[in-house]
């Protein structure tokens, strides 16, 4: 058995630092190839909302807001117990 008090906290934690990781990747990603979105948008005009900068930012926005959050809650657990 784990002697951690939060785990759930700890996972959701980890959830959201991969999903950082990946949306940051997916960017430079982008960058570097950035005929792959523009093809992406083409073969699937539904997702060319998705696809879009604004979008994108907000979600990498949220994400790092979220893992900060979830972090700092974190660590605050850890040091008090």
Known sequence: MSDREYPWLERSTA???LLV???LGG???AAWHPEWTRGLAARH???A???APEVQVGVVLALLVAALLLVS???LL???S
Do not use: Q
């Open 45 to 47: 005009p539904e997702w």
């Open 15 to 17: 959830a959201v630092l």
């Open 27 to 29: 960017m430079v990603l």
């Open 73 to 75: 809650a974190t660590a």
């Open 21 to 23: 990781l990946a949306a």
């Open 49 to 51: 909302s998705w696809v």
């Open 78 to 80: 850890h040091t008090r």
